[in-house]
């Protein structure tokens, strides 16, 4: 017996892939259907997630929560960890229950977040919508994606998942768009709305129709009557968890996910901080910017139309995917996934060194297309490899196992990111050490609020805000927090490299073994 055999059923093979049109054409109704709802669960979930910074360290005085960005990463920390790690634990729930009936049970409970962050305008508030809308959104995606799985035939998986992948851009690029204006009117007018967008799922899933529901209700028929012995869902996750396969995906990916949330945890404070972004206005539009409310919208400016929203600027990397994401993956089809995956790493890479090395407007959306392009040459590819190699029966499970490096990876950035940005780029911490160099009593400059402090040195020195953010920025290393995010980068592609030449091998390896036989 070959020691390959315990890799029996699990799907090493790489499928040939048809193509293009012929891919888009072979997609069924089901595939659309769970498509459109996760359009519209992104739509909300991102006109929260984009600017959850911002709300969170902006001065009480403004609407905000007044907390400090390391404040703000114990939520991110909780946030990350019950996202991450639900769908692991409960992600084969949905196979055993029913899709339809997980998705809509996700739904209630992140319309229950929305709501609560409204209602509850406090640290604790925040962190419980937080935890209810992390723990949603965990028995969500196994849902969606074990139906897409499973509605889905292996040769058009490629053109499949980058297309679902643009699909969920599409409502990653339209949730900031609404959030840059409902959140200059008021925050409650954000999370009210986000809370009306997700119910229109319940619209969908009176036309959704389980794949596979069938063999499902066959086989708990089957469980009932004693005829199939199952096993509890934490021991069958636990078992596969252990799997060689699924240890070497966790630890090789676990960097690359520290530093991709760090750019959607951390970038729009930093942007927001240090990057002015009126400049892109006004090679756009002029000295005076645009009262034009078509481009404001489109733009995602200000209300004045002088400056871009940093939401905006992070919905870059949702436009380029939805608008390019089935033309790479077209191209990329026929690479081997992996090597594929190792590339948008690499780029991701790049992208952070960029974004710590100069505070320019125009270079920034230089790194936000940099980085969209190593994301659309990584992250739709996860879910293919994890749901290509899955057994039949465990489609869902092991799409709940993507999150393994993704849980890892985040949870330690969505405390260490936010972290690392107050060591060495928090604007109203540095702000509040210049009070004191020029001079400010210390207890004065101790009973500035949270979010204040950088107004205070304007007024304190009656210089310009600009002039005061160059100032600060030129006298303190600024970027070293992006260095150290994209060096944990570059460490995990050295372990992608790794894992693609043991997988590539055992590849060989199993086919050899089936030849023999």
């Known amino acids: 017996m070959s020691q390959n055999n315990k890799y029996a059923d699990n799907d090493l093979k790489d499928v040939k892939q048809l193509g293009l049109w012929a891919s888009i054409l072979s997609l069924g109704y089901i595939f659309w259907l769970v498509g459109g709802m996760e359009i519209v669960e992104r739509i909300a979930y991102y006109g929260v997630k984009a600017s959850a910074s911002l709300y969170a360290t902006d001065a009480v005085s403004k609407g905000g929560l007044g907390l400090t960005m390391s404040d703000y990463g114990t939520i991110m920390f909780i946030f990350a960890l019950t996202q991450t790690f639900i769908p692991i634990l409960l992600g084969g729930t949905a196979d055993r229950i029913g899709y339809k009936e997980t998705i809509a049970i996700s739904t209630v409970i992140k319309i229950a977040a929305y709501l609560t962050m409204a209602m509850f305008p406090s640290f604790l508030g925040f962190t419980l919508g937080a935890m209810l809308l992390a723990f949603g959104t965990g028995i969500f995606k196994p849902g969606i994606q074990g139906t897409m799985v499973k509605s889905v035939k292996r040769e058009t998986s490629t053109m499949a998942w980058g297309i679902f992948y643009q ?91 520290f530093m991709f949330n760090a750019m959607f945890d951390v970038l729009p404070k930093h942007i927001e901080d240090w990057v002015n972004t009126s400049t892109i206005v006004t090679d756009l539009f002029g000295a005076g910017g645009t009262q034009n409310p078509i481009w404001i919208g489109l733009l995602g400016l200000n209300h004045a139309g002088t400056k871009m929203m940093p939401e905006y600027m992070m919905s870059v990397n949702f436009i380029m995917i939805a608008t390019t994401c089935f033309i790479v993956a077209g191209m990329t089809a026929k690479f081997r996934i992996l090597s594929s995956m190792l590339v948008g790493c690499v780029l991701c890479c790049i992208a952070m060194f960029l974004v710590g090395f100069t505070p320019m407007a125009w270079a920034m959306l230089v790194a936000i297309a940099v980085f969209s392009l190593g994301e659309m040459l990584l992250s739709p590819k996860k879910g293919e490899f994890m749901g290509n190699i899955a057994p039949a029966d465990k489609k869902a499970m092991y799409l709940g196992f993507v999150m393994l490096p993704q849980g890892i990876g985040w949870t330690l950035e969505g405390k260490l990111g936010p972290w690392l940005y107050d060591v060495y780029a928090s604007k109203d911490l540095i702000s509040r050490d210049y009070l004191l160099e020029l001079g400010m009593a210390a207890d004065k400059v101790a009973a500035i609020k949270n979010g204040e402090a950088f107004d205070t040195l304007v007024e304190f020195t009656g210089k310009s805000a600009q002039v005061m953010t160059d100032t600060l920025y030129q006298a303190n290393n600024i970027g070293m927090a992006w260095y150290i995010i994209a060096t944990v980068g570059a460490i995990s592609g050295v372990g992608i490299y790794l894992y693609s030449k043991w997988v590539y091998r055992l590849q060989k390896e199993v086919s050899g073994d089936a030849n023999a036989a």
């Open 167 to 257: 699909l969920v851009n599409i409502g990653g690029w339209l949730g900031p768009l609404i959030a840059v204006q409902l959140r200059q009117l008021s925050w409650n007018y954000l999370f009210y709305t986000c809370a009306v967008i997700i119910s229109l799922n319940f619209i969908l899933l009176l036309m959704y129709k389980e794949p596979g529901r069938e063999e499902r209700l066959a086989q708990k028929a089957k469980i009932k009557s004693g005829e199939i012995k199952q096993n509890a869902l934490w021991k069958e996750a636990f078992r596969e968890v252990r799997k060689p396969l699924v240890l070497g995906y966790m630890f090789a990916f676990s960097g690359f996910w």
